[in-house]
């Protein structure tokens, strides 16, 4: 069974950093694409970011809105995903998701998602 | 940047409606789309992909049909657990993005 647990949420004053983390388990992470999305208090859902798998050399894709602020890598070795952010801002305050992508002819969607850890940046 | 439009943002129905959602793309994205469910305090469960297929162990109830750039989700007869909130998203070029959201209410 395929499962994703992401930690490391909190109260973060702006400016500063933190580094959210997903456990996967019940799959290889190197063979799958990865995403974080987010979602503010009582707003949609928003596309972070995504790492490709390793047959596509772990690139990177960012939204406009923390692209040069916000890094997703991960340890295989772990089977874990991260996302460090940096500059935080009061509009970065959402549920974090990690969410495992998967292929539809070459495009990738959202298959399965985790449970979501709150970020809260606030002084 | 593909904008993707959802109406109506909420919806009032009962158990055994048939209920349809559409979600619109600001250009075409082929079959590029996806379907999620999301109950309050809970994280989005797939529902479509493809635009019409339906994942594994998602009712039969539910279905979803449209190319280009106009799609909706249909559910045919409206069951208690799916009062939740539902949203479209493409994949086809980056970034991706998402439709505003539908609630679906109890009438």
């Known amino acids: 069974e395929v499962q994703l647990v992401e930690s490391g949420g909190g109260l973060v004053q702006p400016g500063g950093s933190l580094r959210l983390s997903c456990a996967g388990s019940?799959?290889?992470?190197?063979?799958?694409?990865m995403d974080w999305v987010r979602q503010a208090p009582g707003k949609g859902l928003e596309w972070v970011g995504r790492t490709r798998n390793k047959a596509k050399s772990y690139t990177t894709e960012y939204a406009a809105s923390v692209k040069g602020r916000f890094t997703i890598s991960r340890d295989d070795s772990k089977n874990s995903l991260y996302l460090q952010m940096n500059s935080l801002e009061t509009e970065d305050t959402a549920v974090y998701y990690c969410?495992?992508?998967?292929?539809?002819?070459?495009?990738?969607?959202?298959?399965?998602w985790g449970q979501g850890t709150l970020v809260t940046v606030s002084s | 940047d593909i904008q993707m439009t959802q109406s109506p943002s909420t919806l009032s129905a009962s158990v055994g409606d048939r209920v349809t959602i559409t979600c619109r793309a600001s250009?075409?994205?082929?079959?590029?789309l996806a379907w999620h469910q999301q109950k309050p305090g809970k994280a989005p469960k797939l529902l479509i992909y493809?635009?019409?297929s339906l994942d594994s162990g998602v009712p039969s109830r539910f279905s979803g049909s449209g190319s280009g750039t106009e799609f909706t989700l249909t559910i045919s007869s409206l069951q208690p657990d799916d009062f939740a909130t539902y949203y479209c998203?493409?994949?086809?070029?980056?970034?991706?993005?998402f439709g505003g959201g539908t609630k679906v209410e109890i009438k």
């Open positions: 998203h493409h994949y086809k070029s980056y970034p991706l993005t």
């Open positions: 250009q075409s994205i082929s079959t590029w």
């Open positions: 019940g799959f290889t992470l190197s063979d799958h694409y």
């Open positions: 969410a495992r992508a998967h292929s539809s002819s070459g495009s990738y969607y959202f298959a399965y």
């Open positions: 493809k635009a019409s």
